[in-house]
């Protein structure tokens, strides 16, 4: 087992059903960049490659996270890793149902209710996806218990955890009814589609390359996304905090970087409300309002003040920062 007080632990202390998953991911972002390149089939006017490629990536690297952020549980371990585990087994069963329905069948994944097998289809991959979160809302928890030396450390994990529970439930907002959606099951009871990523259009519009946002209506994929790649961003500043310190005096203390951290994650976490607050307006991304752009510069602004405040330097010394800082090194 790695040592303790390091947060730059060795692979072979990774999670290993999450290692596994990544991997798979991998092979499957491979594969899909093939497909993008050889096959010209098109599903609800995207290649039909896109999704699997685009997942693959996301979920990868959220694998890796994971299984990185599950080295640091000692109190419960063994709970831990049977949490890390049931998240494998369900994203995994999403991506091979992905794969069965779009690439197989040609068919929607997400929504999908024009038959038998399509609505049970889309009922699994719920199941996993919820299955997912819980998952991940567990394991905050449990980091909530857990002694780690470097406090700036120990807020990312804590924040960049509990932001990727909140990216992860801005999905649920998207299994109501569109209007549309709304106006046939009134009119006779059935439908094939309900649900959707786009808000105050149909899915299927014009979107940004890659990545298919809308550029003419809201898109809740894009809170959903930011939130849960949260698990990144924060233990991703932590260490940037924590490099700059060799070149800074200011940020040796780990209390200041916990500040910075901790501000970061507010800043985060304001970005995902601002998103969310966007995409159910039904607003495009690349065309805020003026209170989108009012909210956000006052959001830059609120951040730049408490960033400018964590600076302010500390009298004691800090716990735990010399013996990183030379493990970084």
């Not at 080295?71 to 709970?79: E, I, M, P």
């Not at 030396?149 to 509990?162: E, F, H, K, Q, V």
């Not at 649900?195 to 209506?217: C, F, K």
């Not at 010399?322 to 090194?329: D, G, K, N, T, V």
Request: charged share 15%; glycine share 10%; net charge positive.
């Amino acid at each position: 087992m790695a040592d303790k007080g390091n947060p730059l632990v060795t692979v072979r202390a990774w999670h290993r059903p999450l290692v596994v998953l990544a991997g798979a991911m991998g092979v499957l972002c491979a594969v899909s960049l093939l497909g993008l390149l050889l096959d010209d089939r098109t599903l609800v006017n995207a290649p039909i490659w896109l999704k699997p490629f685009k997942f693959s990536v996301s979920i990868g690297m959220y694998a890796l996270t994971l299984a990185w952020l599950l080295t640091h549980v000692r109190r419960g371990r063994r709970a831990g890793w049977w949490f890390g585990t049931l998240f494998a087994a369900g994203i995994g069963l999403d991506f091979v149902l992905l794969v069965w329905q779009i690439i197989v069948r040609g068919r929607t994944l997400h929504f999908n209710q024009a038959t038998a097998a399509d609505k049970m289809i889309n009922n699994l991959v719920a199941g996993g996806a919820y299955t997912a979160w819980l998952m991940t809302a567990a394991v905050a928890v449990l980091l909530l218990f857990q002694r780690i030396p470097d406090r700036a450390l120990r807020s990312a994990l804590r924040w960049g955890s509990g932001l990727a529970v909140l990216g992860m439930y801005v999905a649920t907002l998207m299994f109501s009814p569109t209007p549309a959606q709304q106006a046939v099951l009134e009119a006779n009871g059935r439908y094939s589609t309900f649900g959707a990523h786009s808000v105050g259009l149909e899915d299927g519009g014009p979107g940004l390359p890659i990545t298919g946002w809308s550029t003419v209506g809201g898109d809740l994929r894009i809170p959903h996304f930011i939130g849960i790649h949260g698990l990144q961003a924060l233990p991703l500043v932590a260490f940037g905090l924590l490099l700059l310190a060799r070149r800074f005096p200011v940020l040796e203390s780990d209390l200041v970087r916990r500040r910075l951290v901790r501000t970061a994650g507010a800043g985060y976490a304001g970005l995902l409300a601002l998103l969310t607050w966007q995409a159910l307006r039904g607003q495009s991304i690349v065309h805020p309002d003026f209170r989108t752009l009012t909210a956000a510069t006052g959001l830059i602004a609120a951040v730049a003040v408490a960033g400018t405040l964590s600076l302010r330097p500390v009298s004691r010394p800090p716990v735990g920062s010399a013996e990183i800082l030379r493990s970084a090194r």
